[in-house]
């Protein structure tokens, strides 16, 4: 997809998350900032080259299970794509302003991240959240923006 608003023909074919049994993935690095390898995109995931989409289409490895817990996420937001964004641009705003204290703080710090990330390397994660959905991300919600920090950048334990 060369045109920026070709990914918008997408919306035609979106599917209720709880509906969603894959995310197929399309390239259009126009969406996608540098540094992002993938983009969850109501249920469709962006790649930057085409490459990397057939890849993500073929093997489920930890990109591919990151994106899957976004589904389940969604899928906790009363089954609404739409509710998830608003959700996650909402945790995004908060956590803006700790930008200046840690790089892309508004995106690490957003609790929906904090779960994908946590989990992304446990394969069977989103498969164990298909029924209800992905629900950790309410935890890390219920602290606020510098309790997360703290979390975040406290020394892991094992």
């Not at 085409?50 to 899957?68: G, I, S, W």
């Not at 705003?93 to 508004?106: D, F, T």
């Not at 164990?128 to 892991?156: F, H, I, N, Y």
């Amino acid at each position: 997809m060369n045109n920026p608003f070709k990914i918008l023909l997408l919306l035609g074919k979106v599917v209720r998350p709880s509906l969603a049994k894959d995310m197929p993935a399309v390239r259009d690095g126009f969406w996608l900032g540098r540094g992002y390898a993938a983009l969850t995109f109501f249920g469709f995931v962006v790649t930057h080259t085409q490459a990397e989409a057939d890849h993500f289409n073929r093997h489920y490895d930890e990109l591919k299970n990151h994106e899957m817990i976004h589904l389940r996420q969604a899928q906790n937001c009363r089954d609404s794509w739409l509710l998830f964004y608003v959700r996650y641009l909402w945790y995004y705003l908060r956590a803006l302003p700790y930008n200046r204290k840690l790089k892309n703080a508004a995106y690490k710090l957003n609790p929906f991240e904090l779960e994908a990330y946590r989990h992304m390397d446990d394969l069977g994660y989103a498969d164990r959240c298909r029924e209800d959905g992905a629900t950790e991300w309410r935890q890390w919600a219920r602290l606020s923006v510098g309790e997360r920090m703290r979390l975040l950048k406290a020394p892991q334990n094992g």
